[in-house]
């Protein structure tokens, strides 16, 4: 079997600076098609160590390998993916007791239904997969039936024709399934733990090509899930070893399963993974622009009103279809840029509740549309004209149940390269008129970025004068080809020029940075309103983005939602950015804090009953981005604050750190990591299997 | 109940009000490991440095026997221009008995400037009259 195979080709992550690659030669870059493929892969010595990675979203090194790297979805979509959504375990495999408590009305509400897929396949994917109604073929072509068709055939129900969507996710799609819940990644639902808490199975190949049928001791699927004669039927066959190449791991304390699901690619590659999958639903969501220092000790109160609003206010919006639960997810997204003096900092607080779907839900024809083919030999899969390929969604606001004709050039901004010129014309128009009447007309923003009760600005209008000419010059050389970052860069060196001999001069372009930012910001987390299926408002990644989000470096850190650190984090970012700025460098960038429920993973980072993520994500080409985020890595190793560092983001943790943020102090075999070793060592033969070990996974003392 | 913290801190007690007698126990640290009484008009004033270390407040019940751990609650700030301060306030009685704490404040502040980016005062003042 010839594996496709690319010698000494350069690897690089989405949002690496597109000019250079991260890793400009590899050793070689290898993409199975299939198990077998896979097997193949990990058993032949001679490709030495090596890791799986999916669409290369993650900001760490986890994906990296020392040798070989596994892709299950070429990142650049030109070669077939491990894409294919699996019909041979579900339902096929699935224990004839688990079948017939599915077939009871009651089940499909409780707990939903299930999907099986290969690793490579992108979230919006799966989202648009589930969001289909299965035409319940009981006689299908490929001979297979789906779950919806056999459960009709075999119980005359119709219970699982769908459609379906995910009771959690992100907020971009981009990422495959298996690389988004295998590093934790999360939504912002903190009536639930991350994605890898919907997984129910998964199928890993282990070093020396040994796969492993890995599932979750589960009430819900009682009295197991699959049916181990089914299973070794399907995947003890000769072409993927035999009967002795394939061990089911099912345990009634989960050891492995919790410790497999969010690893970091040490123990091994996936192949697959089960799903849980909910009845698809709606999602109201509010947001509204606040003041951090308002803000922040609402977040401490876990029973506040921060948590349990009420979906409908008096005078306020009325989704079309009843909510179904209470408020359940949080976010809340700061500005790093002070204002009102530097006392203030900006917040758009944004809350959602689920709802009971639409007739013709908004957001389903933008953020999936019509099936383009049946079969995509690259995907593997369906292909569906927008999913993956679209804006973000965007409602009309005066007809909140539609899609805008024609969304707005902010929401653009980034596809074009060119949406600060907006921003920096309301700045000039406000300093303008400032400076034109003396001080006597004051704009919105102006109003808000100065404190009342003092003369300063006024002293600063000559130097004001000055700024204008810079920001009309700034305005007339704006090239729409050119980077967000690049933009950004160059209005901050043209305002915040440390070297600026003249203390006016330096005052007044810092208060119009601040100005354009705090304009920016307002215009970005506006007040809001809408519904729209699950995944149009989960997933809010602009798909036709050239700009924004590339040469981009974020750390995300996990808190205890009520401890008081979590707020000293903020506070501290705050403070560093101010610092900053008296120093004639700022971040582009927010800290968003997103609230979550814990996980079952022996290493998430969700250890909390609430616990909070702080993202702090920059650009890389404006100097005092890169030092914020590494000053927040920093600032969250820092034993004293205790912050948890996502795996798929910026992660400089070492082997003390983790063993103190997840280990037993008393002693490492015991603990949370302790377990997650002892896992590990079970599928690595003791730690003699060792080929998925890398630079990253030992650094961070991910090791046996 | 003992506090860990890490690297150089200093602990300053800012308030002291109990019938028992109290005091400071800091063990682990570089150099100022020792005991350190606690009462109204006391100074304590001590700077704290050491990979890990920890501090455990104690108080003498009447007729003794002997030193007592005290109960503590621990809160967490960063403030300008102080930086990442812990405040322990504590109690005279035993670990996690009661739900007041004011027999004694100690408030910590964080000396590691990696930790602390104090912006230092303001140099520009954007005020307009009103």
């Given at each position: 079997m010839a594996i496709e195979t690319v010698l000494g080709g350069a690897w690089t992550r989405k949002h690496d600076d597109p000019r250079n690659a991260h890793i400009p030669t590899t050793t070689r870059i290898a993409y199975p098609k299939s198990l077998e493929e896979l097997i193949e892969i990990c058993r032949d010595e001679s490709l030495g160590r090596l890791k799986a990675a999916g669409s290369h979203w993650a900001l760490s090194e986890a994906a990296i390998s020392d040798e070989t790297f596994i892709e299950t979805h070429d990142p650049r979509n030109q070669r077939q993916a491990m894409g294919r959504t699996l019909k041979d375990v579900v339902p096929h495999c699935l224990h004839p007791e688990l079948l017939q408590r599915m077939s009871e009305p009651s089940f499909v509400q409780e707990h939903g239904s299930l999907i099986h897929v290969e690793a490579g396949k992108r979230v919006y994917q799966l989202y648009a997969e589930l969001d289909q109604v299965d035409p319940l073929e009981l006689r299908p072509a490929d001979g297979v039936q789906t779950l919806g068709a056999f459960m009709l055939d075999n119980f005359g129900t119709t219970a699982f024709e769908g459609p379906w969507g995910m009771e959690t996710a992100g907020n971009a799609g981009g990422q495959t399934i298996v690389g988004a819940f295998s590093t934790g990644t999360h939504g912002g639902d903190f009536d639930c733990g991350p994605i890898a808490d919907s997984v129910v199975a998964i199928h890993l190949v282990a070093d020396g090509g040994v796969h492993y049928w890995i599932e979750s001791s589960d009430e819900r699927y009682w009295p197991q899930l699959t049916d181990d004669d089914r299973l070794r039927e399907v995947y003890g066959a000769a072409k993927y070893g035999g009967d002795d190449n394939f061990r089911i791991v099912r345990a009634r304390?989960?050891?492995?399963?919790?410790?497999?699901?969010?690893?970091?690619?040490?123990?091994?590659?996936?192949?697959?993974?089960?799903?849980?999958?909910?009845?698809?639903?709606?999602?109201?969501?509010?947001?509204?622009?606040?003041?951090?220092?308002?803000?922040?000790?609402?977040?401490?109160?876990?029973?506040?009103?921060?948590?349990?609003?009420?979906?409908?206010?008096?005078?306020?919006?009325?989704?079309?279809?009843?909510?179904?639960?209470?408020?359940?997810?949080?976010?809340?997204?700061?500005?790093?840029?002070?204002?009102?003096?530097?006392?203030?900092?900006?917040?758009?607080?944004?809350?959602?509740?689920?709802?009971?779907?639409?007739?013709?839900?908004?957001?389903?024809?933008?953020?999936?549309?019509?099936?383009?083919?049946?079969?995509?030999?690259?995907?593997?899969?369906?292909?569906?004209?927008?999913?993956?390929?679209?804006?973000?969604?965007?409602?009309?606001?005066?007809?909140?149940?539609?899609?805008?004709?024609?969304?707005?050039?902010?929401?653009?901004?980034?596809?074009?390269?060119?949406?600060?010129?907006?921003?920096?014309?309301?700045?000039?128009?406000?300093?303008?008129?400032?400076?034109?009447?003396?001080?006597?007309?004051?704009?919105?923003?102006?109003?808000?970025?100065?404190?009342?009760?003092?003369?300063?600005?006024?002293?600063?209008?000559?130097?004001?004068?000055?700024?204008?000419?810079?920001?009309?010059?700034?305005?007339?050389?704006?090239?729409?080809?050119?980077?967000?970052?690049?933009?950004?860069?160059?209005?901050?060196?043209?305002?915040?020029?440390?070297?600026?001999?003249?203390?006016?001069?330096?005052?007044?372009?810092?208060?119009?940075?601040?100005?354009?930012?705090?304009?920016?910001?307002?215009?970005?987390?506006?007040?809001?309103?809408?519904?729209?299926?699950?995944?149009?408002v989960t997933d809010q990644k602009d798909y036709r983005n050239i700009s924004c989000e590339v040469n981009v470096d974020s750390v995300e850190v996990f808190f205890d939602a009520v401890d008081?650190?979590?707020?000293?984090?903020?506070?501290?970012?705050?403070?560093?950015?101010?610092?900053?700025?008296?120093?004639?460098?700022?971040?582009?960038?927010?800290?968003?804090?997103?609230?979550?429920?814990?996980?079952?993973?022996?290493?998430?980072?969700?250890?909390?009953?609430?616990?909070?993520?702080?993202?702090?994500?920059?650009?890389?080409?404006?100097?005092?981005?890169?030092?914020?985020?590494?000053?927040?890595?920093?600032?969250?190793?820092?034993?004293?604050?205790?912050?948890?560092?996502?795996?798929?983001?910026?992660?400089?943790?070492?082997?003390?750190?983790?063993?103190?943020?997840?280990?037993?102090?008393?002693?490492?075999?015991?603990?949370?990591?302790?377990?997650?070793?002892?896992?590990?060592?079970?599928?690595?033969?003791?730690?003699?299997?060792?080929?998925?070990?890398?630079?990253?996974?030992?650094?961070?003392?991910?090791?046996? | 109940?003992?506090?860990?913290?890490?690297?150089?801190?200093?602990?300053?007690?800012?308030?002291?009000?109990?019938?028992?007698?109290?005091?400071?126990?800091?063990?682990?640290?570089?150099?100022?490991?020792?005991?350190?009484?606690?009462?109204?008009?006391?100074?304590?004033?001590?700077?704290?440095?050491?990979?890990?270390?920890?501090?455990?407040?104690?108080?003498?019940?009447?007729?003794g026997p002997a030193w007592q751990p005290g109960d503590t609650r621990r809160s967490t700030r960063f403030e300008a221009p102080a930086g990442l301060v812990a405040q322990i306030d504590g109690a005279a009685r035993p670990p996690g008995t009661g739900t007041t704490f004011t027999n004694l404040t100690l408030v910590c502040t964080c000396l590691d400037p990696e930790t602390n980016p104090i912006p230092g005062p303001n140099p520009y003042d954007f005020t307009i009259p009103g």
């Open positions: 304390d989960n050891a492995v399963f919790d410790a497999a699901i969010v690893a970091a690619g040490r123990f091994g590659a996936f192949y697959s993974v089960v799903l849980r999958a909910l009845p698809q639903y709606a999602r109201y969501e509010r947001r509204r622009l606040h003041v951090w220092q308002d803000v922040k000790h609402q977040i401490l109160d876990r029973n506040g009103k921060i948590y349990r609003d009420a979906a409908i206010l008096p005078g306020g919006y009325v989704p079309s279809t009843q909510v179904t639960s209470r408020q359940r997810f949080l976010q809340v997204a700061v500005s790093l840029t002070p204002h009102l003096n530097f006392q203030r900092n900006l917040v758009g607080v944004t809350k959602q509740w689920k709802l009971q779907l639409q007739d013709d839900p908004p957001g389903r024809a933008e953020r999936v549309g019509d099936l383009v083919t049946a079969l995509d030999p690259r995907l593997q899969a369906p292909r569906f004209s927008n999913a993956g390929n679209n804006f973000s969604y965007r409602y009309d606001p005066d007809d909140p149940l539609n899609a805008e004709d024609d969304p707005d050039p902010i929401a653009l901004a980034c596809s074009k390269g060119s949406f600060l010129a907006g921003i920096i014309e309301a700045a000039i128009n406000e300093i303008e008129d400032f400076v034109r009447t003396n001080g006597a007309v004051v704009g919105a923003g102006i109003a808000a970025v100065a404190a009342l009760g003092g003369g300063g600005l006024l002293l600063l209008i000559p130097a004001l004068l000055a700024i204008l000419i810079i920001l009309r010059a700034l305005l007339e050389a704006f090239d729409a080809d050119d980077r967000f970052g690049e933009h950004m860069e160059n209005i901050k060196n043209s305002l915040l020029d440390p070297n600026e001999p003249d203390p006016a001069k330096r005052a007044a372009g810092l208060f119009a940075w601040q100005l354009i930012v705090y304009l920016g910001f307002r215009a970005q987390q506006s007040d809001r309103d809408y519904e729209a299926i699950s995944y149009a008081q650190r979590l707020i000293a984090f903020v506070d501290a970012l705050l403070a560093f950015e101010i610092m900053q700025e008296f120093q004639g460098r700022a971040c582009v960038g927010y800290a968003s804090l997103r609230f979550m429920g814990p996980t079952r993973a022996k290493i998430g980072m969700q250890r909390h009953p609430t616990t909070c993520s702080v993202e702090v994500a920059c650009l890389k080409d404006v100097s005092g981005g890169q030092e914020m985020v590494d000053y927040a890595a920093r600032l969250a190793l820092n034993p004293n604050i205790g912050g948890i560092l996502h795996w798929g983001q910026h992660n400089d943790a070492t082997a003390a750190d983790i063993e103190r943020l997840f280990g037993d102090p008393t002693s490492p075999a015991n603990g949370d990591l302790g377990a997650w070793r002892a896992a590990l060592a079970e599928v690595t033969d003791s730690g003699s299997r060792d080929r998925f070990s890398s630079d990253f996974t030992r650094r961070t003392g991910l090791e046996p | 109940m003992s506090e860990t913290f890490y690297g150089p801190w200093r602990v300053v007690l800012t308030s002291a009000n109990s019938h028992f007698a109290q005091r400071m126990v800091i063990t682990g640290s570089d150099d100022a490991d020792g005991e350190y009484a606690i009462a109204f008009g006391q100074v304590v004033d001590v700077t704290v440095s050491g990979a890990e270390w920890r501090l455990e407040t104690q108080f003498f019940p009447f007729g």
